[in-house]
């Protein structure tokens, strides 16, 4: 049974004529009557009775009725859905963020977006980059900002990428503090509040072992905020985006010989984003 098949018989049952009825959908009266004929066959029984003044239905036809517009009009309204995703004015996309992203504002690219497509609903995920990184894997999300490296790499597309550098931060009074650059051999030893779960944990560790610096771990945190208040409060220094060390309002420095440095990607799961809210989202934010 096709939605045509349907169309055609509701058409002949509204106009009692195989000739009204052809001349609505467009069809000349021998194809409707095929048409007609075929829907027939399948059903296995008659659903007009065709007599020489008018087009009646049958039984069978009466029974059809109500279910074949239903079916129609349910496909107009599915048209429409599409439609309206299409189009944006409605939809959904969600994006995925490390909590230490600073390459761009994006509640604030969020907004923008939201103001030009108000029908679109936003999902954001905050996370670490493997569980961002699967999720776009998984379909769980459109996009994702992650940071550095990781085994995911070869099933993302890269939309965009951009460099981050790091600043060790430190409470007022701290002998390292008021200098513009401190060199990393200079932080071993000192107590430091580690960001855990990160890639940012894992390239600081990195970082020192290379340098052939010791790292003192004394306090661990999983959200900024808290790590930040925990160097205010004098239990050590950490090692953070300089945007956010800039941000915190303590004591903060560059870091030197060697820089620390890590990059920031746009992910996807493939270069043609299938859902039409995700391309819009893309070109906002690297357009």
């Not at 049952?13 to 009266?29: D, I, L, N, W, Y």
């Not at 790091?166 to 513009?180: E, N, S, T």
């Not at 932080?187 to 003192?216: H, K, T, W, Y």
């Not at 060697?258 to 746009?266: H, K, Y």
Request: glycine fraction near 10%; hydrophobic fraction near 50%.
């Amino acid at each position: 049974m096709e939605l045509r098949q349907l169309e055609h018989f509701l058409a002949v049952a509204r106009h009692g004529s195989f000739t009204g009825a052809a001349r609505e959908v467009h069809v000349v009266q021998s194809a409707l009557s095929a048409s007609v004929r075929k829907l027939e066959v399948e059903l296995g029984s008659a659903l007009f009775e065709r007599t020489s003044r008018k087009v009646l239905l049958t039984e069978a036809g009466r029974a059809l009725l109500p279910t074949a517009r239903r079916i129609t009009a349910d496909v107009v309204a599915a048209r429409g859905e599409v439609a309206a995703v299409q189009g944006l004015s409605r939809g959904r996309v969600s994006i995925g963020t490390i909590q230490t992203l600073t390459v761009l504002d994006l509640p604030a690219e969020l907004g923008e977006f939201r103001a030009r497509y108000p029908g679109v609903r936003i999902h954001v995920r905050e996370g670490i980059m493997p569980d961002l990184a699967n999720a776009v894997v998984a379909g769980e999300l459109d996009l994702a900002y992650v940071a550095g490296e990781g085994p995911f790499d070869a099933e993302l597309v890269r939309f965009g990428e951009w460099t981050q550098r790091m600043a060790l931060v430190c409470h007022p009074g701290h002998p390292l503090a008021g200098r513009d650059r401190v060199r990393l051999a200079e932080c071993g030893d000192e107590p430091f509040v580690e960001f855990l779960g990160s890639s940012l944990q894992a390239m600081i560790a990195r970082g020192f072992a290379d340098a052939g610096v010791r790292l003192n771990r004394v306090c661990e945190a999983t959200h900024v905020p808290l790590l930040i208040a925990l160097v205010a409060a004098g239990l050590g220094v950490s090692i953070v985006p300089d945007v956010v060390a800039e941000r915190s309002g303590l004591p903060h420095a560059r870091l030197a010989e060697p820089a620390l440095v890590r990059p920031i990607r746009l992910v996807g799961r493939s270069a043609e984003l299938t859902n039409p809210a995700a391309r819009a989202l893309l070109a906002h934010l690297v357009g």
